[in-house]
């Protein structure tokens, strides 16, 4: 069964970037089929999704989020990572990854991120 693990700092200053990674094991990051997918939840609001990596390493961004996001992998740590430049106090928020297959979705257990000086 796959499993995912979000890590990162818990805490992220004004203007800078949020760098996240995403740790997968009982699963390759190459296998074809596979999407990987970073969704946030701010507090008191809902899920959003940020952006997904597919197979062929191509990327889709929410088109709210596409200029300061980025996702990328490192397939010799069976990782991919998430980058949200110029952040403000509204990208407060629980930081999931999730694996979405044919099959179904696995999900992260989260991370928490605050952004304040």
């Known amino acids: 069964q796959v499993q995912l693990q979000e890590s990162g700092p818990g805490l992220v200053k004004p203007s800078q970037t949020l760098s996240l990674t995403c740790t997968v094991s009982?699963?390759?990051?190459?296998?074809?089929?596979?999407?990987w997918n970073w969704i946030r939840q701010p507090p008191g609001k809902g899920l959003e999704w940020m952006g997904v990596?597919?197979?062929?390493?191509?990327?889709r961004y929410n088109p709210s989020l596409k200029s300061r996001t980025s996702i990328s992998r490192d397939t010799s740590k069976n990782q991919f990572t998430l980058q949200l430049s110029s952040v403000t106090p509204e990208d407060t928020a629980v930081y999931f990854c999730?694996?979405?297959?044919?099959?179904?979705?696995?999900w992260g257990q989260g991370t928490q991120v605050t952004v304040s000086s």
């Open positions: 009982g699963g390759s990051i190459t296998t074809s089929g596979y999407y």
């Open positions: 990596l597919g197979d062929t390493v191509t990327t």
């Open positions: 999730a694996l979405a297959y044919v099959g179904g979705v696995y």
